[in-house]
Each structure stands twice: as C-alpha cells, then as structure tokens.
C-alpha cells in the first residue's frame, strides 16, 4: 500500500513571492505517477502538474515546478510569483503504474496543504 | 465539451436510508472513478469502474456499491447510511486506456442527520 504525506497543513505567502510545499510518498513500487492537485473554495479540484516516476527531470507548468527527489521519496511543489488566485488546499497524490501503462484510476491522497495568499 | 457533472449537488439524509448519487464524465471518457472527503479522514478512494466493469476498489464497506452504465455514467450507492458517511463525494472521469488525467467533478454534499 502507498501512503503520501503532507507535513505542512497550513502555509501562507505573499503575493508576488515564492512559496514550497512538502510532500514525501512511500511505495514499494518502481512506476508510478505523482501529482499536485489545487481545489479553491469552490471545491472543483484541478490538476496543477504530474510527474511520471521513470522520468529524472522535473516536471514544470508556467508558474509551478517540482522538485522530484526518487531515492528521498519526495515531490515538493514551488508556485513562483504567487498570485491571489492560487489560494486554495494542494493535495499531493499518488497513482501507481500498471504494466502495459496502464493505472487502474486510483489517487492515493496526503492530507492537504490550505495555502493562502495575501495581497 | 462539458465537464463532469454529478447530481444532486447537496443531499440530506437520516440514518439507516439509502441514497444513490450519479455521476456523468466528460463525452468519450470511459472511465469514472469515485472518491470520500471529509475533514478528518482527507481523500479516499472509493471504487472505478471502465466500461461498466469495476477495476479497482477501495477500503470501504460493502454498504457502498457502485455502478456503471453503457454510457459510462456511474452512480453510487450507500445503504443503511451513518453518521459517519457524512462526506463530500467526488467523482472523477477521464479516458481510461492508460494514464490520463482525472477530470473532477464538483462533487456532492451528502449530510446524515
């Protein structure tokens, strides 16, 4: 069984500044994703970035980057130049990989991190 | 094309009923998955399900069942409900094949008096 931790449960930054949010996973399996997911208050969570484990580089998405650490088992998220619309919980979550890459629809959740931005 | 929608968007409930709450993924997704949110126990994966058939299944009681129809709209079930099941329930679609991306949809508020 995987589990994925968010050690951090509340951060705040200000607007225009960078912000880091931890997580660390811990799995026996080799493939698998890894994900940062946002959901403001309204509630609709949307896909931030993905990193697919084979890969050494980190993935990056405008303003978000990862920092993928496989041997430490850690995926930390990095918003550069915060704005006031990123406020909302970040889950990180894991998905493993099936052979034939293939993964059958399981999201392994951490706790959340409720991050807030001041203007 | 439309996201994904579920139905209804707040639901309330007693103790001991039934309730069943739908889930329509985006037009060509196959396959839809369900998840539990609540405060104390975060995220948790329910059941998914790719052409009618379940693939995967969480730990939770039989009490929750699911279903998919040939138009790859799911509905979930809860029996015999308690207070606990007090949650906001997510469903989530996308292509199915291989590794997609899960579209969210926005969820519904079930709350168990």
């Known amino acids: 069984a995987q589990t994925v931790t968010q050690s951090q449960p509340e951060m705040s930054v200000q607007e225009a500044e960078t912000v880091t949010l931890s997580c660390t996973y811990d799995?026996?399996?080799?493939?698998?994703?890894l994900f940062w997911y946002k959901q403001p208050p309204s509630r609709q969570m949307i896909l931030v970035i993905r990193?697919?484990?084979?890969?050494?580089q980190n993935a990056t998405e405008n303003r978000f980057s990862v920092n993928f650490q496989k041997a430490a088992k850690s995926f930390s998220l990095k918003i550069s130049d915060s704005q006031l619309g990123d406020t909302a919980m970040y889950f990180c979550?894991?998905?493993?990989?099936?052979?034939?890459?293939?993964?059958?629809?399981?999201?392994?959740f951490g706790q959340g991190t409720i991050l807030t931005v001041h203007p | 094309k439309a996201g994904v929608t579920q139905t209804p968007r707040y639901l309330i409930k007693t103790r001991g009923q039934q309730v069943t709450l739908s889930c329509s993924p985006i037009?060509?997704?196959?396959?839809v998955s369900w998840y539990q949110q609540t405060p104390g126990q975060g995220l948790q994966f329910l059941f998914e399900?790719?052409?009618?058939?379940?693939?995967n299944k969480g730990n939770f009681p039989g009490r929750f069942s699911g279903r998919q129809f040939s138009n790859s709209r799911s509905e979930m079930n809860v029996s015999t409900l308690e207070l606990g099941d007090s949650a906001l329930y997510l469903c989530?679609?996308?292509?199915?094949?291989?590794?997609?991306?899960?579209?969210f949809g926005p969820g519904t508020r079930l709350t168990v008096l």
């Open positions: 799995t026996s399996e080799n493939n698998y994703y």
């Open positions: 979550a894991f998905m493993k990989r099936n052979a034939g890459g293939t993964s059958y629809g399981k999201l392994t």
């Open positions: 037009s060509g997704h196959r396959s």
């Open positions: 399900y790719f052409s009618e058939t379940q693939r």
């Open positions: 990193q697919e484990a084979y890969k050494q």
């Open positions: 989530a679609s996308s292509e199915g094949d291989h590794y997609n991306e899960q579209f």
